[in-house]
Structure formats: C-alpha cells, structure tokens
C-alpha cells in the first residue's frame, strides 16, 4: 500500500509533496511518476523539481483559483486528483557515457580513496567505472547529478575540509554516492577523476546534460584522450 501524499508550502510559491519516507525503487518511480504528471498539469506550475523522495512544485499564487483558501492549499487541492491518477505519461530515461581521466592531478584523492577502502588504485578506478548508475536528483548546483549504485566498496566519506575550489567535471564520491561538480565550485566530496563534458552550459537548452532517471555509465579514458576532447 503506498504512503498518502503529504503537502507542504515551501515559502509562499512553492509546494512540497513528500511521496515517501525512504529513498528507494518503488519511491523513486513514484516521485518520477508524479513529477510527469504534473509538469505542465496547471497553469500556475512554473517548474517540477523531482528529488529523492519528494517533488516541488514551484507556482505563480497570482494564476491560482481561490476564493477564500490560501493559494498552496488550492493548489494542493487542484493537483490531488492528478497525482493519484495511475495513468501517465510514459518515463523517458535515457542512457549516458560520461569520459573520465583518472590520473595524476585529475584524480587528487584517488589514493586516499584507496587507502580508507582496503584497495589498490586500479580496483578503486575498475570498480567506480565499472557500475552502472541512474540520476536520482539533481542539486547542489545547477545540473550537479546525485547518482544511486556506488559499489559499497568505494563508499568513503567527504573531507574533513571542503576544498574551496573544485574544477567543474570533476567526479568525486561523498559517503555512499559519487557525483559530478558540473561548474567549478566550493566542495568536499573526494576526487577521483575528471570528465571533459560540460555538465552545465547555460547556453544550451536544457542546460544540464543529465535528467532525473538517466541511466549513467563512467569508462576511463588517458590524459592525452582527456586533453584533446577539453580542447574542443
């Protein structure tokens, strides 16, 4: 039986529904589910962000009916019926390859990584680059990916002290998740490599490169092949 829906306002244009209490499979399909129903299901939604177990609707109150209830509770009201409506749009996942260089400077913690999980380096890079991966969030930063299905072997917790500065495409691990710093920014996740790839271009439409729900896979590349795709 799954969990009611549970609505709350996130300041006063936005609305949160919490579609469960656990990050897992029948959650996610749930939240990417309720996510596609609604984007674009009423005329005050001006954004759907899904994430772990939750989705937010961001909304203009000036386009929402009501006579005498705040405009989160008519909203919340509106939209009900839809997310407990079984028919929807089909999921759409795509497939990505992401390039990585996990060498020398590219690669600062690969050996602390190695050290505080009993492996070589060579395992470390086999194992992270060997797994599949699905999106899960979005977050953090624009376009930055929280991927599901580290191997539990690499799961290593972030820095003491958060760099503060990360090149953007680096690809790091935090606890049990990896991820990739789609634009240069503060960070404490433990770097293992870098990827060529631009995770987020403002220029492009959509800007990031990866969605809720892709599926994701890492292959190792040299640093010459990492050189010459950066200078495209």
Do not use: K, N
């Not at 990505?96 to 400077?105: F, R």
């Amino acid at each position: 039986m799954r969990p009611p829906v549970r609505f709350a306002p996130l300041g006063d244009r936005a609305l949160v529904l919490r579609l469960g209490e656990r990050a897992d499979e029948p959650t996610f399909d749930r939240v990417r589910s309720c996510a596609a129903r609604l984007a674009g299901a009423h005329r005050a939604i001006l954004d759907v962000v899904p994430a772990y177990t939750t989705v937010t609707v961001h909304y203009d109150p000036s386009r929402v009916e009501s006579t005498s209830e705040p405009p989160h509770r008519a909203l919340a009201a509106a939209l009900e019926p839809l997310i407990h409506d079984d028919a929807h749009p089909p999921l759409i996942a795509r497939t990505v390859e992401i390039p990585v260089c996990y060498e020398g400077d590219l690669a600062p913690d690969l050996d602390e990584v190695a050290r505080h999980t009993g492996l070589d380096a060579q395992e470390v890079i086999a194992l992270h680059s060997g797994a599949t991966y699905v999106v899960r969030m979005i977050g953090f930063l624009p376009g930055f990916p929280y991927l599901a299905g580290l191997d539990p072997r690499l799961a290593t917790p972030r820095r003491a002290e958060p760099r503060t500065r990360v090149a953007a495409g680096s690809v790091g691990i935090g606890g049990e998740q990896t991820g990739i710093y789609p634009v240069t920014s503060p960070g404490g996740w433990r770097l293992i490599g870098r990827t060529p790839l631009a995770l987020f271009d403002a220029r492009r439409e959509p800007g990031a490169l990866l969605a809720v729900g892709d599926t994701l896979r890492f292959h190792a590349i040299s640093r010459a092949d990492y050189d010459r795709m950066s200078a495209r």
